[in-house]
């Protein structure tokens, strides 16, 4: 550009700046000329005898058409619609997600930050629905849901297969935010893109529902209330958390930090499931909960005793962050158990100080390790799932630490070396810290450093350790792989990556994978306070970077502990194929685990496949748990359908890599099933370059029963019998033409007419089959193919 040009481009960006804010002051002046000036709306529950009632009518319309893209921290101007609090807090022009930010940014966590109304207003949220004259003529025309509504309905879909490209769909596209002053020069600039955006409009008849319920002043009508089960074991629960010894309430903290983002619920057959939190309270039991809230859970309270409370959360369930906890009475006795009747001393309760507090293996030694890791494995899919739906886990730099599909194992709390590596791990808390621990703020290559030689020093302690006890663990053979004891389903998982979101399920899902992580206590402790407990949402880009190199460690030492189990000869080839073309920092990291010899012992094998005979005697092994929920075996069609849709377990290459990362297909009558594509890579040890990486050839599908996945990226609606031709088109996709042509047979776009009804039957069968773990899916990712 010509030097001279520059001066004369920032002077017209803002002479358009001040014409712009001078359209939103004539707006406003206009609005509060005819409507009054605005007065922040807080929540008032109205008499249960409203024509519409939000809880029975409009909310589950929003859930099933509004909700779908705005929920949870990536809501499009973090207007999330999961809770009438949230339509009242209204949107913000402020990303949560930010993967430039040198500074962290103000929380704006939706119940906890505020309470209140204006509150929000004061930290820049603007109002969505009409606080200014409330009659219908002002409560729909200064009301910019209302608004966003009816533009939808004056400028439907354009014509056409796909939308045009001024429809932006990516993860980190530019958001319009307008405010209702702002809402006419948005309206003018972009008329196509009415609520819902990018989707077909809702119908006359729930577009008259909601306008109707706007026009009437949003009226909100409270939750209904708990049921007499429901009351009695939210106080026995409230008291359990809360006694007042000091081994009590150090394990009340240990529980509270690794089930804060729970959706906890009890049993009580014939009553709605109602979710609750548990909290940080500074109000005992028996009185109102005042909630602390800080940005991470072991920050200091600020008060000297804390209390621990189930917050009942009035919020929609959506699937991305929906982490479901059963309590039961056995449940109360395993905790009371490990955490109560078990022999250890506190004298003093642990402090808050960051560095200690970000170090769960300083913070809870007293608590034996075995304790601590039978709580975790207790429910280790909800542990995992954590980081799966946690915050942390939104876009594929967060992502790429992980293969598309892999096998996870635990390594079994009944250790032959149980006492022995108690004592291990009480050493070992410096070489264990995390970089939670540092403020969130530049770069420091000093404490990078810090944390990359404290696991270079734990890989030798625990090559020290194997060394030391090597009879034993030979000895303990696949018993070191806990079986659940039996009965537990959490022993085996599958993970699946879907590029820019990820899935956890219980059972050995698809066909044997490339790698498999097997998770002692150590690294599963880590992996929640590094990406749950530890990890600021509102963070640096630097934290951010840090919290994903420090994930590498913990996935190569999850891997490294696995191909311990092959043979000798064969464990560095295996590793060289999960790690072609890795750089050196990572190929000397990954060549100390045998330089130290900090790998478990082998298993004995005796044919030329020794990775697949390994997997087979753990599937074995794992029989009697395994959940098998996913298999297409489990599915209501017939064999033969099954035989025909296995075709695609051997699928790779083109094909695959077209496919999008989930596929739901819904068949009449039958079901859902999800198609998930696997994308291969030379490795997944660094953040940048991973389309240089890629590996189209050995790309995979898996199909499964049931749905995997919150993000759909299509629908396909086939019946059984149309099943043999839908593997055939699969199997024979060549170019993004061949995947048109499958998607005008049996898919359903963002265009189609079709779109909302199957999306309805889709929840409805989702809802169904999974009552519990079932939550609304989200749309931001659907293709526009």
């Not at 909100?220 to 007042?244: C, H, I, M, R, V």
């Not at 240990?254 to 499931?273: N, P, R, S, W």
């Amino acid at each position: 550009m010509n030097h001279r040009a520059r001066p004369l481009r920032w002077l017209l960006i803002a002479v358009s700046l001040m014409l712009a804010t001078g359209c939103a002051l004539l707006a406003a002046k206009e609005l509060d000329t005819q409507y009054g000036t605005p007065s922040a709306k807080e929540f008032t529950p109205a008499a249960n005898s409203v024509p519409v009632s939000y809880e029975k009518d409009i909310r589950p319309l929003m859930e099933n058409r509004c909700l779908v893209c705005h929920g949870c921290y990536d809501a499009p101007c973090q207007l999330k619609l999961d809770s009438y609090e949230g339509i009242l807090r209204g949107g913000s022009k402020e990303r949560v997600y930010h993967s430039a930010r040198l500074t962290p940014a103000a929380t704006s966590r939706l119940f906890e930050d505020a309470q209140t109304t204006a509150q929000w207003r004061e930290r820049g949220f603007h109002a969505v629905i009409n606080e200014r004259r409330d009659d219908s003529d002002a409560n729909l025309q200064a009301g910019l849901l209302a608004r966003v509504l009816d533009l939808k309905q004056q400028n439907p879909m354009p014509d056409g297969k796909t939308l045009p490209n001024s429809f932006d769909f990516s993860l980190g596209r530019a958001e319009q935010c307008p405010r209702i002053e702002e809402f006419q020069t948005f309206a003018d600039k972009f008329p196509q893109w009415g609520m819902p955006y990018g989707l077909p409009a809702l119908s006359d008849k729930e577009h008259g529902k909601l306008v109707g319920w706007l026009a009437a002043g949003a009226p909100a009508t409270g939750l209904a209330p708990l049921s007499d089960t429901q009351s009695k074991e939210l106080t026995y629960w409230e008291t359990l958390f809360n006694g007042d010894s000091l081994k009590h309430q150090l394990a009340a903290r240990y529980v509270y930090e690794h089930l804060y983002l729970a959706h906890i619920y009890f049993e009580d057959k014939g009553t709605d499931t109602v979710f609750f939190k548990v909290v940080r309270s500074r109000t005992p039991p028996g009185q109102p909960i005042d909630m602390i809230s800080t940005r991470r859970p072991y920050d200091d309270p600020g008060v000297s005793r804390v209390y621990y409370r189930l917050w009942r959360d009035p919020a929609s369930i959506v699937a991305k962050t929906h982490m479901p906890y059963l309590l039961t009475a056995a449940r109360r006795d395993l905790w009371r158990k490990w955490f109560i009747d078990t022999e250890y001393t506190v004298d003093s309760l642990p402090g808050y100080d960051a560095r200690s507090a970000s170090n769960p293996f300083a913070t809870f030694q007293r608590i034996p390790y075995r304790s601590r890791y039978s709580f975790l494995l207790d429910e280790a899919q909800f542990t995992i799932m954590n980081f799966i739906k946690g915050p942390v886990c939104r876009g594929n730099v967060a992502l790429d630490v992980i293969q598309d599909r892999f096998w996870v194992f635990f390594t079994s709390p009944e250790s032959a070396v149980g006492p022995e590596f108690s004592e291990f791990l009480a050493s070992q808390g410096e070489n264990l810290k995390l970089p939670a621990g540092v403020e969130s703020g530049l770069w420091s290559v000093t404490h990078w450093l810090s944390y990359a030689g404290a696991q270079r020093r734990y890989v030798q302690a625990k090559g020290d350790f194997i060394r030391a006890n090597a009879e034993a663990l030979q000895a303990a053979g696949l018993n070191t792989f806990w079986n659940g004891e039996g009965r537990n389903r959490n022993a085996a998982l599958t993970v699946f990556r879907h590029y820019d979101s990820a899935t956890v399920v219980q059972g050995l899902v698809g066909t044997q994978p490339q790698t498999a992580w097997l998770i002692d206590y150590p690294i599963l402790e880590r992996i929640h306070y590094l990406l749950v407990a530890g990890f600021d949402v509102y963070g640096t880009a630097s934290h951010q970077a840090m919290t994903r190199m420090y994930m590498d460690f913990l996935r190569m030492e999850s891997e490294m502990n696995f191909v311990g189990f092959l043979p000798i000869d064969t464990r560095k080839a295996e590793i060289d194929q999960w790690y072609r073309g890795a750089e050196n920092d990572v190929r000397d990291y990954l060549n100390a685990y045998f330089e130290r010899q900090a790998l478990l012992p082998p298993f004995k094998t005796t044919t030329d496949d020794p990775k697949g005979e390994l997997f087979t005697a753990l599937r074995k092994r794992m029989t009697p748990i395994l959940n098998r929920s996913n298999d297409l075996s489990s599915s209501r069609l017939s064999a033969r359908s099954i035989a025909a849709l296995k075709e695609l377990d051997s699928l790779r290459g083109v094909a695959a890599s077209i496919v999008p990362q989930v596929t739901l297909i819904h068949v009449k009558d039958r079901g859902l099933l999800t198609l998930t594509s696997n994308s291969a890579y030379t490795n997944i040890a660094s953040m940048f370059g991973e389309a240089d990486r890629r590996l189209v050839a050995e790309d995979s599908v898996t199909l499964a029963n049931g749905v995997i996945g919150a993000y759909p990226n299509v629908f396909l609606d086939v019946s059984e019998s149309d099943l043999p031709e839908l593997v055939s088109r699969i199997q024979k996709l060549r170019s993004e033409a061949d995947y048109s042509e499958l998607l005008d047979r049996f898919g359903v776009r963002r265009t189609d007419p079709r779109f909302w009804p199957l999306s309805d039957q889709v929840l409805s069968s989702y809802r169904r089959t999974e009552p519990l773990t079932a939550g609304v899916l989200d749309y931001s990712r659907y293709d526009n193919r």
